[in-house]
């Protein structure tokens, strides 16, 4: 069964940190991209940071950038996003993806494969 779950499930104050993990089984990961995305309660998604196979390349909103951090590890089949200095407004869904290309791009419908989500909320 293909299957991509996250994990990092959390409750932090503002200014903490989090690391989310998106593990693939059934599938590798490799050799293409890897997206995060988020869902904030009445907001649209959005796209969050992107890497590609080689971990080359990466992308970042600009409302993350700075503070996230995106790696893989495709030995482990696994990809990561480090959260620093969270705020509330980070607050929300987190979901990876894998893209069914090798390059990141900003259209979602590129990615094929989503995890369920995890949720990351940041509240004093």
């Known amino acids: 069964q293909l299957q991509l779950v996250e994990s990092g499930v959390g409750l932090v104050r503002p200014g903490e940190s989090l690391r989310l993990s998106c593990a693939a089984s059934?599938?590798?990961?490799?050799?293409?991209?890897v997206g995060w995305f988020r869902q904030a309660p009445g907001k649209e998604r959005e796209g969050v940071s992107c890497?590609?196979?080689?971990?080359?390349?990466?992308n970042y909103a600009n409302s993350v950038k700075g503070r996230f951090t995106i790696s893989r590890d495709n030995a482990k089949n696994t990809v990561y996003l480090q959260m620093d200095l969270l705020k509330p407004e980070d607050t929300a869904v987190y979901y990876c993806?894998?893209?069914?290309?090798?390059?990141?791009?900003?259209?979602?419908?590129?990615?094929?494969?989503w995890g369920q989500g995890t949720q990351v909320t940041v509240s004093s």
């Open positions: 059934g599938f590798t990961l490799s050799p293409y991209a």
């Open positions: 993806a894998v893209a069914s290309v090798y390059y990141c791009s900003g259209d979602s419908s590129l990615f094929r494969s």
């Open positions: 890497i590609i196979d080689s971990g080359d390349f990466t």
